[in-house]
Nanobody, 117 residues
Framework: QVRLVESGGGLVQAGGSLRLSCAAS????????MGWYRQTPGKQRELVAS???????HYADSVKGRFTISRDNAKNTVYLQMNSLKPEDTAVYYC???????????WGQGTQVTVAS
């Protein structure tokens, strides 16, 4: 069984910063991609950022230059540093991992990020 535990969400003023963390535990072998999605009511889940085990990074256009993804493979943990936050960044943020064996995608429980204007 694989478990992803997220932390770091909360309420922040526009222009502020938050750092999300997501630690994976359990039967994990050779994680491929780790990343973050976000979702607001009535909208589809949006890929925010992802990072492969080879270091390739993808960001959504809406967060480029403001968010930074990183990972600590020794700790099976992925981070999302969010700076210059905007009210439109308000969402529930979900981390995920693409596990190598068994080959499966696992999700965190979600953490609320609210940016007040």
């Amino acid at each position: 069984q694989v478990r992803l535990v997220e932390s770091g969400g909360g309420l922040v003023q526009a222009g502020g910063s938050l750092r999300l963390s997501c630690a994976a535990s359990g039967f994990i072998f050779s994680i491929n991609t780790m990343g973050w999605y976000r979702q607001t009511p009535g909208k589809q889940r949006e890929l925010v950022a992802s990072m492969t085990n080879g270091g390739s990074i993808h960001y959504a256009d809406s967060v480029k230059g403001r968010f930074t993804i990183s990972r600590d493979n020794a700790k099976n943990t992925v981070y999302l540093q969010m700076n210059s936050l905007k009210p439109e960044d308000t969402a529930v943020y979900y981390c995920y991992i693409d596990n190598g064996y068994p080959q499966k995608t696992y999700w965190g429980q979600g953490t609320q990020v609210t940016v007040a204007s």
